[in-house]
């Protein structure tokens, strides 16, 4: 999967940790490979029995060099796998954690069918309130339109997946014509959310140039402009 990402064009990978036993698996990997970096977090859905150990065994694996960014962490209303109190309690020692070791926080956000409660803006909310400093990557951004400029103002990266390639997302790729140049990113989210062309198959990092050409054409501007744009906002937020 490497190799094929590599020959595709990609030249670096994030791979992220949901919990305490894929944390250590995207670690080893990271250290496998040159070109691969971990995430290492608690996501919303692992939250449960989220403790001070908890906190003090992450920010310990949180400083190790081959981790790029803490999270994922975030909320998530659609599946009711964590409690909020725990999912709130995880988000904010995540928070604490990035700031200490002074790398990006990468989020996650999904509210429920009626968007009640609203995951996107008590995510916004705390982060608004609690994270001044932190760099931040609203991962799979899946905010409304209307939502981008309250982000740009706190100069958090907004990261586009495989999605907004979709036909009837015409909603993301409003959004993602609104994010200025120096803050916008593309990913995979793999193994989900492939693009368009291999939509309902395993997603993987080789596929995020389909991702990509689909933002470049819906900003208008040359692919091989909005590559190298791209490349110089992940080295910038990921150290790498």
Not at 10 to 25: F, H, K, Y
Not at 63 to 87: I, P, W
Not at 89 to 118: C, N, T, Y
Not at 137 to 153: D, G, I, K, M, T
């Amino acid at each position: 999967m490497v190799e094929r990402a590599v020959s595709a064009g990609v030249s670096r990978i994030l791979t992220v940790g949901l919990d305490e036993e894929s944390n250590t698996e995207a670690v080893a990997i990271a250290r496998k490979h040159d070109c691969v970096w971990a995430a290492v977090g608690r996501h919303p859905n692992s939250a449960t029995g989220w403790d001070a150990a908890a906190e003090a065994a992450l920010l310990d694996l949180a400083s190790f060099e081959h981790v790029a960014a803490v999270g994922e962490t975030g909320l998530d209303f659609y599946r009711d796998r964590a409690s909020r109190k725990d999912q709130l309690a995880a988000f904010r020692s995540q928070i604490r954690i990035a700031a200490e070791v002074a790398k990006p926080l990468v989020i996650h956000m999904r509210s429920g069918e009626s968007r009640q409660p609203d995951a996107v803006a008590e995510s916004f909310e705390l982060l608004t309130t609690e994270a001044s400093g932190v760099d931040v990557v609203l991962h799979c951004f899946s905010a409304p339109p209307e939502r981008v400029a309250e982000a740009v103002a706190n100069g958090w990266f907004c990261s586009f997946a495989g999605n907004v390639t979709y036909p009837k997302a015409e909603g993301l790729r409003e959004a993602a014509r609104l994010v200025p140049d120096e803050l916008i990113l593309v990913e995979t989210d793999a193994p989900f959310l492939a693009p368009q062309s291999r939509r309902g198959k395993p997603n993987e990092p080789a596929l995020v140039s389909e991702t990509a050409r689909e933002v470049a054409a819906a900003r208008g501007i040359a692919a091989d402009a909005f590559d190298a744009q791209v490349e110089e906002n992940a080295r910038r937020v990921f150290g790498w």
